[in-house]
């Protein structure tokens, strides 16, 4: 039943009011008690076994979605006999269909492509996870324009886990007419390019105050006005950039985010006679189109998709079509998975199409890629860039001088002196065992220091081959890799175009800002509590292993798992501190041992100072032991 206004959900958030409840779910606001900020919870009422094990599962990479123009998930629980909760960004503004309302139904195209480009950034984010992330009901109303002017795409509902090789029912799918492309209604494969026919056909009823017609219509007679016929003042390249993204074939539409980005953004030239080639399959695991080869084609076995479903209150698939005929029903469920499956020629009035430079070669065995990032434009706390190679999201640490070691330490940690450091950019979170799959399958398991980067014959290595590709087990993609050698961290912060960490980087970003603190949180000793409210996990208060990053709250910097899940290596070799000043330090020349930061699920309450050390043999590979990257500016 429907939460009551002024209710206490999970001990901690207030609810303010019901926003909108549909068969399957409801969506609130809400007041955190813990952190005193306004939040959506979007409830779902399935509450069996395998429906909880699912949510839990699907939740948890949700979390890890960060990027500007997203909500971010903050907390998810279940709460036994009532339902599933996720709790989201609260995000203020109004959506794109109150807007084209208060404007008379269409809006000026500069502003909508400003917008567009921005969604296309957060599909971009969403399709290169891995496994993808495909929205699925992409239209006015879930995007929301913030008081600042910028684009959010929202109501995400409950993720549910979609494996892309497999058939549905026709009808088991929830749709939007008008903006639900025909792989939705059928046996079709939905994909990123499901989400570009909704975007494609969000931008026409913005343009032409008009929605397109659905889908099943199109399929037996395509009756979609080009849009400079309802709206002369559309630009010719607009509309050819449109009628591409609303093609009823999805190997007829642009072919990603990106893509598309390209040619609203005045990037990518649209010329006619030209055709995009371009492959049928989305990167996974943040893929960059440049700096790197393209991903093969997934196999049969290729991870599962994440596939967002519709939230509560969504329109549905019309019950009209209920009414027609099995055999025409059967016959259109053939019709949707053969175009969703199988190319076709274009027809004669294909709109043009844009030219494009093909994905470069494979990197070479020097590991020195220059990928290109785009940076805040004020750089401060707060400042994050995604990485275009591996889609990790990075915060910016300003500069600065601290005092880095700790005389009630260890004598390793002494003495206590004064470092200066540049300004830098670090992961947010632990390298995971999705992201290192996606780094073997670029550049093979290669011997290093008489090691593998990856120990893939241990026990505790969640990462396995399938049909020549190595692939990340299912619910272990957002745990934090291990049994990688220092090697192996350093070969792949290379390949994504960073470095692994400074010891002095390393110790100055866990400490988030919080000058001379003993641990992440301040002075006051360690307790299980501590921890979880801080990111902390170790032993005794851990689950006995490691578990998906960023699943405590971020430190000052937004930075997590700084204090536990894995040890990191570190660039340095291992060595004693000098009491002089110092300006950037790299360490030792040289040594026998690098360095490791950070405590470790394994680890005691020791390992949570911020100022620990450790030392290893850069080629041991242990299942304490992870790596993050950081980048200069």
Same mark, same amino acid.
């Given at each position: 039943?429907?939460?009551?206004?002024?209710?206490?959900?999970?001990?901690?958030?207030?609810?303010?009011?019901?926003?909108?409840?549909?068969?399957?779910?409801?969506?609130?606001?809400?007041?955190?008690?813990?952190?005193?900020?306004?939040?959506?919870?979007?409830?779902?009422?399935?509450?069996?076994?395998?429906?909880?094990?699912?949510?839990?599962?699907?939740?948890?990479?949700?979390?890890?979605?960060?990027?500007?123009?997203?909500?971010?998930?903050?907390?998810?629980?279940?709460?036994?006999?009532?339902?599933?909760?996720?709790?989201?960004?609260?995000?203020?503004?109004?959506?794109?269909?109150?807007?084209?309302?208060?404007?008379?139904?269409?809006?000026?195209?500069?502003?909508?492509?400003?917008?567009?480009?921005?969604?296309?950034?957060?599909?971009?984010?969403?399709?290169?996870?891995?496994?993808?992330?495909?929205?699925?009901?992409?239209?006015?109303?879930?995007?929301?324009?913030?008081?600042?002017?910028?684009?959010?795409?929202?109501?995400?509902?409950?993720?549910?886990?979609?494996?892309?090789?497999?058939?549905?029912?026709?009808?088991?799918?929830?749709?939007?007419?008008?903006?639900?492309?025909?792989?939705?209604?059928?046996?079709?494969?939905?994909?990123?390019?499901?989400?570009?026919?909704?975007?494609?056909?969000?931008?026409?009823?913005?343009?032409?105050?008009?929605?397109?017609?659905?889908?099943?219509?199109?399929?037996?007679?395509?009756?979609?006005?080009?849009?400079?016929?309802?709206?002369?003042?559309?630009?010719?390249?607009?509309?050819?950039?449109?009628?591409?993204?609303?093609?009823?074939?999805?190997?007829?539409?642009?072919?990603?985010?990106?893509?598309?980005?390209?040619?609203?953004?005045?990037?990518?030239?649209?010329?006619?006679?030209?055709?995009?080639?371009?492959?049928?399959?989305?990167?996974?695991?943040?893929?960059?189109?440049?700096?790197?080869?393209?991903?093969?084609?997934?196999?049969?076995?290729?991870?599962?998709?994440?596939?967002?479903?519709?939230?509560?209150?969504?329109?549905?698939?019309?019950?009209?079509?209920?009414?027609?005929?099995?055999?025409?029903?059967?016959?259109?469920?053939?019709?949707?998975?053969?175009?969703?499956?199988?190319?076709?020629?274009? *027809?004669?009035? =294909?709109? $043009? #199409?844009?030219?494009? !430079? &093909? +994905? %470069? /070669?494979?990197? *070479?065995?020097? =590991?020195? $890629? #220059?990928?290109?990032? !785009? &940076? +805040? %434009? /004020?750089?401060?706390?707060?400042?994050?860039?995604?990485?275009?190679?591996?889609?990790?999201?990075? /915060?910016?640490?300003?500069?600065?001088?601290?005092?880095?070691?700790?005389?009630?330490?260890?004598?390793?940690?002494?003495?206590?002196?004064?470092?200066?450091?540049?300004?830098?950019?670090?992961?947010?979170?632990?390298?995971?065992?999705?992201?290192?799959?996606?780094?073997?399958?670029?550049?093979?398991?290669?011997?290093?220091?008489?090691?593998?980067?990856?120990?893939?014959?241990?026990?505790?290595?969640?990462?396995?081959?399938?049909?020549?590709?190595?692939?990340?087990?299912?619910?272990?993609?957002?745990?934090?890799?291990?049994?990688?050698?220092?090697?192996?961290?350093?070969?792949?912060?290379?390949?994504?175009?960073?470095?692994?960490?400074?010891?002095?980087?390393?110790?100055?970003?866990?400490?988030?800002?919080?000058?001379?603190?003993?641990?992440?949180?301040?002075?006051?000793?360690?307790?299980?509590?501590?921890?979880?409210?801080?990111?902390?996990?170790?032993?005794?208060?851990?689950?006995?292993?490691?578990?998906?990053?960023?699943?405590?709250?971020?430190?000052?910097?937004?930075?997590?798992?700084?204090?536990?899940?894995?040890?990191?290596?570190?660039?340095?070799?291992?060595?004693?501190?000098?009491?002089?000043?110092?300006?950037?330090?790299?360490?030792?020349?040289?040594?026998?041992?690098?360095?490791?930061?950070?405590?470790?699920?394994?680890?005691?309450?020791?390992?949570?100072?911020?100022?620990?050390?450790?030392?290893?043999?850069?080629?041991?590979?242990?299942?304490?032991?992870?790596?993050?990257?950081?980048?200069?500016?």
């Amino acid at each position: 039943m429907p939460l009551t206004q002024g209710q206490i959900l999970n001990n901690r958030y207030r609810i303010v009011k019901l926003l909108g409840q549909g068969g399957f779910g409801a969506v609130y606001k809400a007041w955190d008690l813990n952190f005193e900020v306004v939040c959506a919870i979007k409830e779902n009422f399935e509450t069996t076994p395998e429906a909880q094990r699912q949510f839990q599962r699907e939740a948890r990479l949700l979390r890890l979605l960060r990027h500007p123009n997203l909500p971010q998930v903050l907390d998810h629980f279940i709460v036994a006999g009532q339902g599933q909760y996720l709790v989201m960004d609260f995000v203020e503004g109004q959506d794109l269909e109150e807007l084209r309302a208060a404007a008379g139904g269409r809006l000026p195209e500069a502003q909508v492509l400003n917008w567009a480009a921005q969604i296309c950034e957060a599909l971009e984010h969403l399709h290169s996870q891995n496994p993808p992330v495909i929205h699925r009901d992409l239209k006015p109303a879930n995007i929301k324009i913030t008081p600042e002017g910028r684009a959010m795409l929202v109501d995400f509902g409950i993720a549910k886990t979609y494996d892309p090789l497999l058939r549905t029912t026709l009808g088991a799918r929830a749709v939007t007419p008008g903006y639900s492309p025909i792989e939705q209604y059928g046996t079709g494969v939905t994909d990123g390019r499901t989400d570009i026919y909704s975007l494609g056909a969000t931008l026409y009823t913005l343009l032409t105050g008009q929605e397109p017609p659905e889908a099943p219509q199109r399929v037996l007679s395509d009756r979609l006005i080009p849009p400079r016929q309802l709206n002369p003042g559309i630009s010719p390249a607009v509309e050819a950039a449109l009628l591409r993204a609303l093609q009823v074939h999805p190997e007829q539409r642009w072919q990603s985010a990106g893509e598309f980005k390209k040619v609203i953004s005045g990037q990518l030239s649209v010329a006619s006679n030209q055709s995009s080639v371009a492959s049928n399959q989305l990167p996974v695991g943040g893929l960059a189109a440049q700096g790197r080869a393209a991903a093969p084609a997934p196999s049969p076995l290729t991870p599962a998709t994440l596939v967002i479903s519709p939230p509560p209150g969504a329109r549905r698939f019309p019950w009209k079509w209920a009414a027609i005929g099995a055999g025409v029903l059967a016959g259109l469920a053939l019709l949707a998975g053969l175009l969703s499956q199988t190319p076709a020629s274009p *027809p004669s009035t =294909l709109p $043009p #199409t844009a030219t494009f !430079t &093909p +994905t %470069p /070669s494979p990197l *070479p065995p020097s =590991l020195t $890629p #220059t990928p290109s990032l !785009t &940076p +805040t %434009p /004020s750089l401060g706390i707060g400042s994050t860039q995604i990485s275009p190679v591996d889609g990790m999201v990075l /915060s910016y640490i300003p500069g600065g001088t601290f005092q880095m070691g700790s005389e009630s330490g260890e004598s390793d940690e002494q003495p206590v002196h004064s470092v200066t450091l540049d300004g830098f950019w670090m992961d947010q979170t632990e390298v995971t065992f999705g992201g290192y799959a996606v780094f073997l399958n670029a550049m093979g398991n290669q011997s290093e220091g008489g090691v593998t980067w990856l120990d893939a014959g241990d026990s505790d290595v969640d990462i396995h081959q399938q049909g020549g590709q190595w692939v990340a087990d299912v619910g272990r993609e957002s745990n934090p890799v291990r049994e990688v050698s220092w090697y192996g961290a350093a070969a792949y912060c290379a390949w994504a175009g960073r470095e692994l960490p400074t010891e002095a980087q390393w110790e100055y970003a866990a400490r988030g800002g919080m000058e001379g603190a003993t641990y992440p949180w301040g002075d006051e000793d360690p307790s299980c509590t501590l921890g979880a409210q801080n990111g902390a996990q170790y032993s005794p208060c851990s689950p006995d292993d490691t578990i998906p990053v960023a699943s405590f709250a971020p430190n000052g910097y937004g930075l997590f798992d700084m204090a536990g899940n894995v040890r990191e290596w570190v660039a340095d070799w291992y060595g004693s501190y000098s009491s002089a000043v110092v300006e950037n330090p790299t360490g030792p020349a040289s040594g026998d041992y690098r360095a490791l930061r950070g405590g470790s699920w394994g680890g005691d309450e020791s390992s949570l100072r911020v100022s620990a050390r450790y030392r290893n043999s850069p080629d041991n590979a242990s299942h304490f032991f992870g790596f993050r990257c950081v980048r200069s500016p």
